[in-house]
């Protein structure tokens, strides 16, 4: 009994109030999932339709969901920390609880936020755009999107079981290492990164494949939508810094499972090693995110603006050259630790070459707009109030990438604001803008422009509120990761309105809930298909499309074909004849990738405890899933004519 | 619809949106192979710089025996040709040969794994292991990092044995055949190397 009782309080995190109830919700939530799911007999429902589907724009919805509650889980984070930096000397968190979760928030709001909310997007959007039925590659999508959901399972564990990691979000050693971290939290940071990153790594391969080979015949690479541009852009650069990260987590895996000495201060080890190998993925991930931003704002601006997108070569040019030129910059991280001025020089410059191509893309979407018939939806509102918050971002990481300056601003709020500022008004309110704009063709309506615009105002306003003053105090000295600080410090003030601009960003948060709640329950069902009179294909079929996307593949002849389609018929010029349905070729339902990344999660859960008992298991099962998968030949079948003619029948009511 | 123009008779296949399954497969392939490069490439900057921090251990030059590690460079090369006459077997539609070529190519990569293991466990008894300094670590983790991924090929190797003893030569088995002989020569190319930067260089 006592050793049970001792084991408890080790494995469960106690002795805080917070995470008490933060266990108690959990587990009330758990239960109540379990009994609504048996209550209405569903969970056959959701093995059959949702865990098991490879049905890309479904997997599109899961990644969706996935991160609006992990937006959630980090927003309360940041909204503790603002809590205890309000006041001078707060006694709400305690230094290690704040270490714990400014490192949670960081991961969870880039890699468990921001990536899937990314991948959901490219999923919903990117064959619809191409005119393809499906992803190349359906059953690794599936395994992505579940090695993904299993991995932020167990990284989020840490915070109720065993202890949450607390040393930064890029865990350097030797902090993260042994010794600087004994405890587990540090490997649940190893696992759950590890794993989801494998499915990130796998969604890159993917998506390439898909775009260079699955156009619609006619669709030449340059008259592909900017969406699908960047998105090609962004999986080149995750399929080139993805396999550093993956290293990199293994060899301080290496150093903490096995002793092993890559990145220790003793017996040879070289922690600097980890810091430029650490860099050399996270610079170019934030790069991964923000270029499908970058391609959601100029398909929404054109759309908005009635206008084709100015320099569309060009831009190609810049996202091109913006994610080559992303591997060239990492050192700008570390000017302050001693790499000599030639080699700051050389990362300085780099750093600011990238300032030309992302000037060229504001340029382009104003010359877009300019004499355009704009229209203000809230895609287009978060839009237009990116570039205002873009262009003071760049300036600021300019300003950063100055690298004498750069001793000045180091680690110090300065650089909080202003990575902020280009992850939430570049990144966050893309994807937002992405989502709101793309929410009609998941789901068959659209969401409520008014409710939509308060949480616009409020993450706009809240936004500048919070973080304009973070660049003040962080030229008056405060850095970065600190939980408390001195009333003669003169920062209370400026950390005061910080704070109250989180919490409107917070109750933004809520608006936007509130917009999706209300839409479900008064949704008004989009029958046209095309709800914003777009411009790309995947406007020219039914909301939500059906699961073979396209009853016949288009065939394109313009940029912007879908538009062009419909001048054409406006200007009284018949459509050419539809060639005739055929047999559809799709891919079986499959449970193996939700069962495999299962047996991952095992053996993560294994290795964070060192318990063999798991690990063996759970790496067994990941074998043997691979092997069963290898020896299945049966995994197509054919969607017979008469029922896409039913379908296309009943989507297009009743007119064939 | 969108505009529909007369085609040419090459892209009947696209069309219809059957594209070849197999061929996007390979290409999907090599991409993988690309991130492996890359995993590989990390692992040898991270030899390179801490090759020489032996923290006051056993040198590579003390560790390293040379004619072991040649018998275990032409034992890989040689499988490599073999599973190359393997594929060439397939061409000629000889399921036979196929498989009996695989054979010999994992017969020879088991042994190139035993030889690494007895390497490794030599060096362990002699007292080098991966926690006496960062350049063991190194070592073992990139040595390592190859053989684990000749044992998966092995593994992939029997399975796919399996599957042409029971299906014979179709599309299907035909690319998994040419992507498993592709992952072969892969790693062969990163063992040319491993014997360069670590154990020619080592020796140096
Ligand atoms: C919703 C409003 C947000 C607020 C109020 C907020 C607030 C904060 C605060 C207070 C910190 C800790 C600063 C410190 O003491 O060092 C922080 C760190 C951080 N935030 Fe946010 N944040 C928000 C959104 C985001 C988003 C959307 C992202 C990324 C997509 C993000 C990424 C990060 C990262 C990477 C760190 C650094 C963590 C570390 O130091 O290891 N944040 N944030
Ligand atoms: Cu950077």
């Known amino acids: 009994m006592d050793t049970i009782k001792q084991f408890a309080s080790e494995f469960f995190v106690t002795g805080d109030p917070l995470i008490l109830g933060a266990q108690v919700s959990i587990g ?3 239960v109540a999932i379990v009994f609504v799911l048996s209550y209405f007999r569903k969970w056959g429902w959701l093995w059959r339709e949702w865990l098991t589907t490879v049905d890309h724009k479904r997997i599109g919805i899961m990644y969706v969901i996935c991160s609006i509650l992990m937006l959630f889980r980090g927003g309360v984070d940041a909204l503790l920390m603002r809590t205890q930096l309000a006041l001078p ?16 928030h960081g991961v969870i709001m880039i890699l468990f936020m921001a990536m899937p909310l990314m991948f959901g997007l490219f999923n919903i959007v990117i064959p619809l755009q191409i005119g393809a039925r499906d ?62 990153g494998i499915g990130s790594l796998m969604t890159g391969i993917n998506f390439i494949v898909t775009i260079l080979k699955m156009r619609a015949p006619g669709m030449g690479l340059m008259k592909m939508p900017m969406f699908t541009w960047s998105t090609l852009a962004s999986c080149l650069t995750i399929i080139l810094a993805f396999p550093i990260l993956t290293i990199t987590l293994f060899l301080l895996f290496m150093d903490r499972y096995f002793g092993a000495h890559f990145f220790t201060l003793d017996a040879g080890g070289n922690p600097m090693m980890y810091i430029n190998l650490i860099w050399m993925w996270g610079h170019p991930e934030v790069y991964i995110v923000i270029l499908p931003a970058f391609g959601i704002f100029s398909e929404i601006v054109s759309t908005f603006a009635k206008k084709t997108l100015f320099g569309y070569k060009s831009m190609v040019f810049a996202l091109m050259s913006i994610s080559i030129a992303s591997f ?8 302050t630790m001693g790499s000599g001025a030639n080699v700051n020089a050389f990362f300085a410059v780099t750093t600011m070459i990238i300032a030309i191509p992302t000037g060229v893309k504001i340029f382009n979407w104003l010359f877009t707009m300019y004499r355009g018939r704009i229209k203000f939806t809230t895609p287009m509102m978060w839009t237009i109030s990116f570039i205002p918050c873009f262009v003071v971002g760049g300036m600021t990481g300019v300003m950063l990438s100055v690298a004498p300056a750069d001793f000045q601003f180091h680690n110090s709020y300065f650089l909080i604001a202003h990575f902020h500022q280009v992850l939430i008004g570049g990144v966050a309110f893309g994807f937002f803008a992405g989502l709101t704009y793309w929410w009609p063709k998941m789901f068959g309506f659209k969401l409520h422009e008014g409710l939509g615009k308060w949480a616009f105002w409020l993450w706009n306003i809240g936004f500048y509120v919070c973080f304009m003053p973070q660049y003040f105090l962080g030229l008056d000295g405060m850095t970065r990761r600190m939980y408390t600080y001195d009333f003669d410090m003169g920062w209370g003030p400026l950390n005061l309105v910080s704070t109250v601009g989180g919490f409107l960003m917070g109750i933004g948060f809520l608006f936007q809930v509130w917009q999706i709640a209300h839409s479900i329950k008064f949704m008004q069902k989009d029958t046209t298909g095309d709800p914003w ?23 394109v002849s313009e940029t912007d074909d879908w538009w062009a389609t419909k001048q054409r018929r406006a200007a009284g010029v018949p459509d050419a004849p539809a060639p005739a349905l055929e047999p559809i070729h799709m891919p079986k339902h499959s449970g193996i990738p939700f069962v495999m990344s299962f047996f991952w999660f095992v053996a993560g859960f294994g290795f964070v405890f060192d318990w063999l008992h798991f690990v063996i298991p759970g790496l067994a099962g990941v074998a043997i899933c691979m092997l069963v998968r290898s020896f299945q030949y049966d995994t197509d079948y054919y969607i017979p004519v008469d029922e896409v003619r039913r379908t296309e029948a009943a989507l297009r009511g009743g007119k064939a | ?55 006051g251990g056993p040198t590579g030059e003390e560790l390293f025996n040379i004619p072991i590690v040649i018998a275990s460079t032409f034992i890989l090369l040689t499988s490599s040709f073999t599973s190359g006459l393997a594929v060439l077997s397939m061409q000629q539609g000889r399921l036979k040969g196929l498989i009996g070529w695989l054979a010999v190519t994992a017969v020879l990569g088991a042994a190139f794994i035993g ?12 007292g080098a292991t991966l926690q006496t300094s960062a350049f063991l670590s190194a070592f073992f983790t990139l040595v390592g990092a190859h053989g684990l991924h000749v044992t998966i090929g092995l593994v992939w190797m029997i399975g796919l044995m399996l599957q042409l003893r029971r299906r014979g030569i179709t599309p299907v088995t035909e690319r998994k055949v040419n992507v498993l002989s592709l992952y072969w020569h892969f790693l062969d190319a990163v063992w040319i190397f491993l014997f360069t930067v670590v154990y020619l260089m080592g020796v140096m």
């Open chain 1, 533 to 555: 009179d777009g411009r790309t294909l995947e406007w020219s079929i039914p909301s939500p499309a059906p699961l073979y996307n396209f009853a016949t593949v288009p065939t």
């Open chain 2, 1 to 55: 619809m969108a505009a529909t123009h007369t085609h040419g008779a090459h892209h009947e296949h696209a069309d219809h949106g059957h594209h070849d399954q197999e061929g996007l497969k390979m290409f999907g392939f090599w991409l993988f192979l690309i991130t492996d490069v890359i995993m590989f490439a990390t692992l040898f900057a991270t030899y390179v710089v801490l090759r020489n921090n032996t923290a």
């Open chain 1, 28 to 30: 009330l939530t758990m």
């Open chain 1, 135 to 196: 992803v190349a590659f359906p059953f690794l999508n599936s395994l992505s999107f579940w090695l993904f959901f299993w991995g932020a399972m167990l990284f989020n564990m840490s915070f109720v079981i065993g202890g949450s990691p607390d040393a930064g979000w890029l865990a350097y050693p030797p902090l993260s290492g042994l010794e600087g971290s004994p405890g587990v939290g540090q490997n649940f940071y190893i696992w759950g990164i590890q794993i989801s």
């Open chain 1, 328 to 335: 060239f910059t990492w050192a700008h991280h570390f000017f």
């Open chain 2, 115 to 126: 030889l690494e293991l007895y390497e490794f466990v030599h060096m362990v008894h002699e």
């Open chain 1, 89 to 104: 000397g707060m006694e709400f968190l305690h230094a290690d609880h704040y270490n714990q979760i400014f490192t949670t």
